[in-house]
């Protein structure tokens, strides 16, 4: 039996049984493990370990690094249209390091956001 150290608090509940958010894990490591994915990767890549963001043009290690969407994969409404959304092709993708992708990320959510508040009006 493993003893929890008593030094360290349980901090996070776990969350209820979600099945649109297990599935979007399952396909999103489907998708890193693909080959569209690896090649996305190899077209940024400048020399061994040195990869090229294409928003800031800055070289960055490969776990600095994302490969992003171009077109948002968005909310997991229909899973044939989540995976040709999420399975893109290979000029559907970019590689930004993960300050860019944070930004990029936030950016496309918020824009999301505003849509579907002016479409509840
Ligand atoms: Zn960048």
Redesign the pocket.
């Known amino acids: 039996m493993i003893k929890r150290r008593a030094s360290t608090p349980k901090t996070r509940k776990k969350s209820p049984w979600n099945l649109n958010a297990k599935l979007r894990s399952a396909l999103r490591h489907v998708w890193r493990c693909s080959p569209e994915y690896v090649e996305a990767m190899r077209a940024s890549r400048v020399e061994r370990g040195k990869y090229l963001?294409s928003?800031?043009k800055?070289l960055?290690g490969p776990k600095e690094i994302a490969v992003d969407h171009i077109e948002a994969v968005g909310p997991i409404d229909n899973l044939q249209t989540y995976r040709e959304r999420l399975f893109c092709g290979p000029d559907g993708y970019q590689v930004?390091?993960k300050?860019?992708h944070k930004l990029k990320t936030a950016q496309e959510r918020a824009e999301a956001k505003a849509g579907l508040d002016c479409a509840g009006i």
Do not use: R, V
């Open positions: 963001c928003e800031c800055d960055f930004l390091c300050p860019c």
